[in-house]
């Protein structure tokens, strides 16, 4: 018998990108959930290589240094079947890794404002590039360069606004239906449907 990822893919795998803080990890989990498929957080593969923290490997080797990690991390995820991918906010920042998640995967962009991501993170202490005097400025200048980079790489984009984790995940799997990546025919709903009184 065939197994229900089976019947939903058309074509490859799928990834989430955007700024820090925009719900791509929670998001991520709850579409793969939906799905039957696996989710993969790049961050998580990176500090497993790594075998640290990214702000420690930030402040001891350089920026550079976790970017090669997290491109060959994204080399491999995005060769991996039924998996829903969620990226670091800086994936899109080398060119090679742009090319990679827009010709293997179906790429979705979550936008957020910098104002929304700021309410978002402002007290997190895990990001390197937040730890700063004024992190809405630096998210502000992080969003003006990343945006348009963001855009070139994606399939389609969801603004992240104010809808539920819920609501994003179904916008989602509506686009990815719109585009025939997935029959939502086959997608389980999240609820229940009533039982027969028979
Ligand atoms: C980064 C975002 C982080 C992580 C690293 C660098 C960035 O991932 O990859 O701290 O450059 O924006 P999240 O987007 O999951 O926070």
């Known amino acids: 018998m065939a197994e229900l990822g089976d019947d939903l893919i058309r074509a490859g795998a799928i990834a989430l990108i955007?700024?820090?803080?925009?719900?791509?990890?929670?998001?991520?989990?709850?579409?793969?959930?939906r799905l039957g498929w696996h989710f993969a957080d790049s961050d998580v593969w990176a500090e497993k290589r790594i075998g640290c923290s990214i702000r420690s490997f930030f402040e001891s080797q350089g920026e550079d240094r976790f970017r090669d990690v997290e491109s060959s991390v994204?080399?491999?995820?995005?060769?991996?079947?039924?998996?829903?991918?969620?990226?670091?906010?800086?994936?899109?920042?080398?060119?090679?890794?742009?090319?990679?998640?827009?010709?293997?995967?179906?790429?979705?962009?979550?936008?957020?404002?910098?104002?929304?991501?700021?309410?978002?993170?402002?007290?997190?202490a895990s990001r390197p590039l937040l730890q700063v005097p004024d992190p809405l400025g630096r998210l502000r200048e992080l969003f003006e360069k990343r945006d348009p980079l963001y855009r070139e790489v994606a399939h389609f984009v969801v603004d992240t606004g104010r809808p539920s984790v819920a609501s994003l995940v179904n916008m989602v799997l509506m686009q990815l239906e719109l585009a025939g990546v997935i029959d939502a025919g086959l997608v389980p709903s999240p609820v229940e449907p009533p039982r027969s009184p028979h």
């Not at 998001?27 to 793969?32: K, T």
């Not at 080399?75 to 969620?86: A, K, M, S």
């Not at 742009?98 to 910098?114: D, E, G, K, N, T």
Request: proline letters at 4%; one cysteine or more; glycine letters at 14%.
């Open 18 to 33: 955007g700024m820090p803080g925009g719900g791509k990890s929670t998001v991520g989990r709850q579409l793969a959930k």
């Open 74 to 124: 994204i080399d491999e995820l995005t060769l991996l079947p039924r998996t829903v991918l969620g990226t670091g906010g800086g994936a899109v920042l080398r060119e090679e890794n742009r090319r990679l998640l827009h010709s293997r995967c179906h790429v979705i962009y979550l936008r957020s404002s910098p104002e929304e991501l700021y309410r978002r993170l402002r007290h997190d």
